[in-house]
């Protein structure tokens, strides 16, 4: 089933996110695409915006291959006067990788290329994926800092401009962690800790993507750093890379420039270069997830990155009326397959507790959050799941909080299941085979104890909501 409350292409090809920016009131979301066809080439820059980061509407390609080049990923950032300044990667045929400049002044819907381009040349195969920030220094001067990939090197590149045109060397950071990876997709935003506006760190996103005769079959996943930026380089706290996301499928993620009120919210790719080629969806392939504010929380002291899905998601399940399930037997839903389903309960009452939801034939995922272990599992298992890729069929492991309270939200969108943990300490992110539903979801606990729960049908949900308008 396509999703309903995701970003999806039309037709044809989708992966990472690319210069995202909030802008006019809209929030703009351009994406690696392929015009002309559903397997990955032609790499372009489609478009879809929004106005409340569910609804989307899709709009002509923004900067469109040519030949000799494709455009790979970049990033957006908006100027006082209403310019909007694109930064992409000149992916060229002679396997050089640079970066090229675009201006946009009617809201980003049309671009102008920079006769200059490219613009930063490293003489590079490997230098991709620039992502421009604002940065301001101790003693007020503000200045665009732009980070990108060596991405075989496993280095961050920092450079700095006052004008968006001429572009500094500044810092580095990495290589860290493992090797038999790329870097990939880096983003740089300061967050809040424990919600204190005047205890703030920064944290690198990374994404990596296994490579050699030998790659890891778990494939491409996200991670993250936290530590200090000085406008140079950045110093971790520890050098080590951390999952941001414990699931197969959320590669990319990026965060939106100008965000209201100085938001950091990200946007992933939900597949996995292991397999996305083979994921049987027309004439559309490729999703984009749940978009997902940002913020870090300290736990067992170090500061961690939560995540918690866009508003649009608390305000429908707060309409949702909470039904108490007395766990003396297993309890089972019917769901359309486009369902948020909110579950609470006292972990320490139930001891683990198991979800399941069955799709079509023998194919199901499995969400088991056991407070014993301290871990959360989503296992996707079945003969579809089995046929899609010899590395579909998996379970994901997650850590949960010692003090967990017993929450969990589920979002089941067509083929996309999003579980976030607590308050979002925790996310697992995992295509599934579930078929075209209903889907059963069944709720059963080691210990019978009272479990909240609600769901929200959003596709009935929109289509009420439609009819009411009407």
Known sequence: MRPVFHLTPSRHWMNDPNGLVHHGGRWHAYFQHNPDGIDWGNMS??????????????????????????IYSG???????????????????????????????????????????PVLDRGSSDFRDPKV??????????????LAVEAVERRVLFYASADLEHWDPVGSFGPVGGDGVVWECP?????????????????????????????????????????DFDGRSFTADQPVLVPADHGRDMYAGVTFDSAPDGAAIMLGWMSNWRYAHAVPSAPWRGAMSL?????????????????RPASFVDEYLSGAASVDLLADRPRTLTLSGHTLVELS???????????????????????????DAGMLTVSRTGTAAAALHPDFASTSVAPLRADDAGRLLVSLDGPLLEVFAGHGESVVSN?????????????????????????????????STATAAA
């Open 431 to 463: 295509l599934v085979t579930l078929g075209a539903g209903p889907i059963s979801l069944t709720v059963d606990a080691a210990a019978r104890s009272p479990i909240g729960v609600r769901s929200v049908d959003v596709d009935v949900a929109r289509r």
């Open 133 to 146: 920030i604002r940065y301001t220094d101790d003693d007020g001067t503000q200045r665009w800092i732009l």
């Open 75 to 117: 990033s957006v950032v908006a100027e006082p006067d209403g310019t909007l300044t694109a930064f992409y990667t000149s992916a060229f045929d002679t396997g050089r990788q640079a970066q090229s400049r675009a201006t946009s002044r009617d809201g980003g819907f049309t671009w102008a290329r920079d006769a200059r381009n």
């Open 291 to 307: 978009p997902r504010t940002l913020s870090l929380r300290t736990v067992d002291g170090a500061a961690r990155l939560v995540q």
């Open 45 to 70: 820059w489609g478009h879809a915006s929004s106005t409340d980061l569910e609804h989307w509407v899709e709009h002509p390609v923004a900067l469109a291959h040519r030949p000799g080049e494709q």
């Open 187 to 227: 983003d740089l935003v300061r967050l809040r800790v424990d919600g204190d506006d005047a205890h703030r760190r920064w944290v690198l996103l990374l994404s990596t993507n296994p490579i050699g005769e030998d790659a890891a079959p778990a494939g491409s996943a996200m991670h993250y750093v936290v530590g």
């Open 345 to 371: 309960w006292d972990p320490t009452r139930t001891g683990a507790l198991r979800i399941r939801l069955d799709g079509e034939a023998d194919d199901a995922a499995e969400i088991v959050h056991d407070p």
